[in-house]
Each structure stands twice: as structure tokens, then as C-alpha cells.
């Protein structure tokens, strides 16, 4: 019977001998390989298994020869962390002692030789496992901590990813775009990515076309072919004149937004009646809207029209306070929107009555007006769907369409729109409006230019309430020459004519010159999108430099508006209020001159609108001895 103690020495002699045999070889491997190189390495961290493989062997102690030196070499492999790739330390030591090569392995035991391959099996299965988890695969861009919206190729990974589900991340959440790419990496990720493509049109056209449905095409395709070549022949034309008109357009910057009004309209009433007809009018803009940068507007405005205002009694008043002022001309009560045509002659002359530019200055606005300029055009109404900020679409009326404090002063200037407050709460962000506009800024004679002739300077605080309530305050210094009238919006084409009030109210000094202090409030509310309430007041205080020349004026209104009514884009409006005036100028004229307007604004196309209208005015001229008017006006719309 055998010794069971031999055996046992016996199987440990032959677990020794196995040992030294697998030294001998790896000593031989690393003699004729010498290192590894960087691109052996990291295709081994690539292939989990391969470089399990490879690492079954160094792991265990090796030992190297040259001609002089005893080398005992020991390789450890240490995971620095779960985001760097796995790297390896060689520690040496080199013995002098002998020119020849001599292994003496330590005697091990049947135990510790299960030991070490149970160790070694550990190694090759944990480098295994980590080839396997460093990356993993990813359903959002926003899993990657080091992927910001700015990188350059943002858009291209948010494709891959979210698109084609074809990119894979690091445990730690990270993709390390900057890190240096290895030509089978690159590979490997290419092969992904096709085969997450060829998946993803197997799974989308699975047995949704069949051989049948082919074969039924080929013969639709075959029955239609003339009407086929027919529709190809059409494509092929209008690609053409669509490249002829690309080479020949106008500008790729700018647009031309255009407007016409065809108006009808006759006023009521024993004395106005008689003196008036009744007219077929019109107003025509055409508006090129130029932007550079995306952000910035250039208006260049075309205009023209034969649209003049009717009399509606309040210009008969033949004296005055101080019997100077000449009233004839200074009645503004009535004038419709359409009648702001540009051109003084009323006789369809072209005219430039428009050129302005709007560019973003930080998180300001800023408006610059080289002629035609008017405060709404940069200060806000808080008139909504009276005010359409054109004339063509809104109310009927200067009066009912603003404020009339926006209608002191007007011409070439600028102005800034400064936002400021973070909104919490209730208040939302407000701003600080502040503009300057000279009436006569083109001019170089005395008494005229930027700061000599006639201007006004607004300032305004706005501020939103919530989502649906928004209030205005406004300040208005103007400066005014002998003979010009308080409200004309700086004067048209050289013409002091008043668009809104009274004469009274727009009668400055003829000899003298005059300033005005002007206040005002304007508020909207919208309880919902159904129904809209507005209004404003104003407060004028006038100072003439000549004696008697002071005076006071008001003016005051409120409106409701309700839009889409009866059908979508459809405005039914009534506003009601007290025109401009001035009390005490004026003998027996001290009345106070309410205006009332309905309209109903039909959208009949998204390019075409009718709005009939009614206006009715008392006591014209600030006396109710004056008939009161009645205007009726029947407004087309069209727009392009």
C-alpha cells in the first residue's frame, strides 16, 4: 500500500516543479519581449479576457537574466480608481553576486499551491469584471457630469445618445471627451453604433413591408409614370426660378411688411352734417425691416395717402381768452389713425415718414429715430388692442388708441429701455423708459437743431403686476415754439396740426414760446384672455414766456376689449373718455368734450380685416352749444 505521506510529497514536488516550469517560461517571455507597449496595453483593457490572460501569467513572481546581474522582478497591478484605466507598477531588484541564473523556489505546501491559484483566479476574474463595467451605456446626455451645453459637440453626443442610444459612459458618471482616442477604441465604438443603427431599422421595418407591397408599388409606379414625370419636370422648374430668385433677391436681411387702408367714413349731425361729405380714403405703408444680427431691427418706412380729418365743429370759435390765438386749425377731436398718413398734402405723395433702429445694449433697448419718431414707438401704451401700434388694426380714434401724453413732441431722437428688479412675488421685472425726440432736429437755423427747436423728453417707470396687470408712469417735459400746438406728435412733415383734443388744449402762445410739464398714469388688466379693461389719465401744465400764456389741460379714458369675438382674431371694443382740454381760455367754451367709440374688427383672412366703427363726439369746441357729432366709419384692412 503507498505511503500516503510520499504521495503527498510526491504531488508537491510535482506542484513545485509546475511552478518553477511557469517562472522559466515567463522569465524567457519578458527576456525576448522586453516592455509592453502602450498600444498592447491598452487593446488588453479593451478585451476583459485577454488581459485576464495576460495577467494570469506575470502575476506570480518572475525572474530575468542578462549576461552580468541577478534580477528578481515582481510585477503588482493597482486599480487607482474606478475613472483611470488599470495600471502597472514593475519594482526591481538586482542582485551582483552571481553572472549565472539560479532559481531556488520555496518549498510549498499541497494548500498553498491551491492558495496561490485561487488568488490568481481572483486577479483574472476582478480585471475581467472591470473590462466589462468601465463603461455603460447611457439613455441622456445630462448623465454625464462633464458634458456641459456649451461644448462644442454637444449636439452631435445628444444625437448619439437620446437618437441612437449608441454611446457609453464611465461608472462615475462621466465621458471624458477631452481624453485621447486610440484607433481601436474608435473601432469598437463605430461597430456599436452601426450595429444600434441595423437593429434599430430591423425592429422599425419589421413586417411592415412585405414582397407583395413592393410588387404592388412597382405597378403604381409603372401606371403613373407620365403623371411622375410630369410632377419631376414641375420640381425641376420651380427649383429653377427658386435659384434665379435667390441669385436676384433683394437682400437676404431684410422683409418687406406692408399695409393698406381703404376707408369710408361721413359725419352726422345738423352742423357737421352740412359741413362735411361723405369720403373714400386711403392710407399705404411699406415698411422694410432690416436685421444684421438677428437681434436688431432697421425700419425704413414708406408712406403715403390722401386720408384728411373731418370738421367736426369744434373749430368755430371765432374768439378767445386773450383774443390772439388763431383756433382754425387746432382741433384734433376726431382724427382718425388712418389720417396720419405722412404726407402734409394729403394728395399721394411718397414719403419717407419713418426710419428708426432697434438694437439689444446689454439687457437694454436701445431706439434710435432719424425722422418719424413718436414716443409709443419705445414707451409702452398698456392700451392693448386699442392700440395697434399702426393704426390699421386698432381703435378707429387717436384718442381711444393711447395716451395723449404720448402725443406731445415726436420727430428724430433716442431712447433706452432698462430692465431692472428680479420680479419675485407678485411684482414681476419693471423697467425705466427713457427717450428724447426734437421735432425740428434736422434743421440748422436758429432756434432749431437737437436742443434749440421744439422736443420733449419722456421718462417712465413700468411695472407688472402678476401675470395680468401692468401699470405705467409717465413724465413729459416738452419745449414749444410761437405757434405750435401741444399735441402733433412733433409735427408732420413740417405741419404744427394737433391729432388729438381740443383747441383749447392745443392753442399754445402764437408770439411766444411755451414749455409743458406733463403727467401721466396708464393701467390694462386682463382678468382673462377673453376680456381686457384699460385706461389712462393725463395732467398738462403749460407755461408760456409771454403774459397769460399759462394754462392747465386734462384728459381721461377707459375701454373694454373682447377679443375673439364671435371668431378667433375678432376685436368688439368701446372706450369712452374726456378728449384733452383746457378750461377758462376760451369764453362760454368751458364744457367738457367726451368722446364715445364702438368698433367691431372682423378678421375675414389673416391678411385681410373690416372694422365698422362709430364715434360720437359732444360738445365740439368745448361748447355744448356746438351739435354734437356723430362719425361713422367703415375701415378695410390689408396687410402682407
Known amino acids: ?83 483611470q484605466e488599470a495600471s502597472s507598477s514593475v519594482s526591481v531588484s538586482t542582485s551582483t553576486t552571481s553572472n549565472t541564473t539560479e532559481v531556488t523556489p520555496k518549498p510549498e505546501t499541497l494548500a498553498q499551491a491551491q492558495q496561490t491559484e485561487v ?257 409709443s414707438d419705445y414707451a409702452a401704451t398698456n392700451n392693448p388692442y386699442f392700440e395697434d401700434y399702426d393704426g390699421g388694426n386698432g381703435a378707429l380714434t387717436t384718442f381711444a388708441s393711447e395716451n395723449p401724453i404720448y402725443r406731445i413732441g415726436g420727430g428724430a431722437g433716442a431712447a433706452l429701455n432698462i430692465p431692472f428688479g428680479r420680479g419675485g412675488g407678485i411684482l414681476k421685472p419693471s423697467s425705466l423708459t427713457i427717450g428724447y425726440l426734437g421735432s425740428e432736429a434736422n434743421s440748422p437755423n436758429g432756434g432749431s437743431g437737437i436742443f434749440e427747436g421744439n422736443y420733449a423728453a419722456l421718462g417712465q417707470l413700468n411695472f407688472n403686476l402678476g401675470q395680468r396687470f401692468a401699470l405705467a408712469a409717465t413724465y413729459v417735459h416738452g419745449y414749444h415754439g410761437a405757434g405750435s400746438a401741444l399735441f402733433d406728435a412733433g409735427g408732420f412733415q413740417g405741419q404744427n396740426v394737433p391729432i388729438v383734443g381740443t383747441p383749447q388744449a392745443n392753442a399754445l402762445s402764437a408770439t411766444n414760446a411755451s414749455s409743458s410739464n406733463s403727467y401721466g398714469l396708464s393701467a390694462a388688466l386682463r382678468p382673462s384672455d377673453k376680456f381686457s379693461i384699460s385706461g389712462f389719465v393725463s395732467y398738462h401744465d403749460v407755461n408760456g414766456f409771454g403774459a397769460n400764456d399759462n394754462f392747465e389741460a386734462w384728459s381721461y379714458g377707459a375701454g373694454i376689449a373682447l377679443p375673439d369675438f364671435g371668431k378667433r382674431g375678432n376685436v368688439l371694443g368701446i372706450f369712452a373718455g374726456a378728449q384733452p382740454y383746457a378750461r377758462g381760455r376760451v369764453a362760454g367754451a368751458n364744457d367738457i368734450p367726451y368722446s364715445i367709440e364702438g368698433f367691431y374688427k372682423y378678421q375675414v383672412s389673416n391678411n385681410v380685416s373690416i372694422t365698422p366703427g362709430v364715434i360720437y363726439l359732444t360738445s365740439p369746441g368745448q361748447n355744448s352749444n356746438n351739435d354734437d357729432a356723430i362719425i361713422g366709419t367703415l375701415r378695410t384692412t390689408f396687410t402682407f
Request: net charge negative.
Open 119 to 375: 488568488n490568481v483566479l481572483q486577479q483574472v476574474n476582478s480585471y475581467s469584471e472591470e473590462g466589462k463595467t468601465s463603461q455603460s451605456q447611457v439613455t441622456s446626455v445630462s448623465q454625464f457630469s462633464d458634458v456641459q451645453p456649451t461644448d462644442w459637440a454637444f449636439q452631435a453626443l445628444q444625437s448619439l445618445v437620446e437618437r441612437y442610444g449608441c454611446i457609453a459612459g464611465y461608472p462615475n458618471g462621466t465621458y471624458r471627451g477631452n481624453r485621447a482616442l486610440t484607433r481601436y477604441e474608435f473601432a469598437a465604438g463605430l461597430n456599436a453604433c452601426l450595429d444600434r443603427v441595423n437593429e434599430l431599422i430591423a425592429t422599425a421595418t419589421t413586417d411592415l413591408v412585405r414582397k407583395e407591397d413592393l410588387a404592388t408599388l412597382q405597378r403604381l409606379q409603372e401606371e403613373f409614370s407620365a403623371e411622375l414625370a410630369t410632377l419631376r419636370g414641375r420640381v425641376d422648374t420651380l427649383e429653377a426660378k427658386t435659384a434665379e430668385l435667390e441669385a436676384n433677391q433683394f437682400s437676404t436681411t431684410t422683409k418687406l411688411v406692408g399695409e393698406a387702408i381703404f376707408a369710408l367714413t361721413d359725419a352726422f349731425g345738423d352742423t357737421v352734417g352740412g359741413n362735411n361729405n361723405t369720403v373714400f380714403q386711403n392710407r399705404v405703408r411699406l415698411d422694410l425691416q432690416t436685421s444684421f444680427t438677428g437681434r436688431d431691427v432697421l425700419h425704413t418706412r414708406l408712406a403715403t395717402g390722401n386720408a384728411r380729418r373731418l370738421n367736426t365743429g369744434g373749430n368755430n370759435i371765432d374768439a378767445n381768452r386773450n383774443g390772439t390765438i388763431d383756433t382754425s386749425e387746432l382741433s384734433g377731436e376726431g382724427f382718425q389713425t388712418f389720417n396720419l398718413t405722412g404726407d402734409a398734402s394729403n394728395s399721394n405723395d411718397i414719403v419717407l415718414d419713418w426710419l428708426a433702429y432697434y438694437v439689444p445694449v446689454g439687457p437694454a433697448q436701445l431706439y434710435v429715430a432719424a425722422t418719424g419718431g413718436v414716443h
Open 1 to 83: 500500500m503507498p505511503n500516503p505521506q510520499v504521495s503527498i510529497k510526491t504531488r508537491n514536488f510535482e506542484n513545485i516543479s509546475r511552478v518553477v516550469a511557469a517562472k522559466k517560461l515567463s522569465i524567457e517571455g519578458v527576456r525576448r519581449t522586453g516592455k509592453m507597449s502602450n498600444l498592447l496595453w491598452k487593446c488588453l483593457m479593451v478585451s476583459p479576457a485577454l488581459l485576464g490572460a495576460t495577467l494570469l501569467v506575470p502575476t506570480t513572481a518572475m525572474a530575468g537574466q542578462n549576461n552580468t546581474n541577478h534580477q528578481v522582478v515582481k510585477t503588482e497591478v493597482s486599480q487607482i480608481d474606478n475613472n
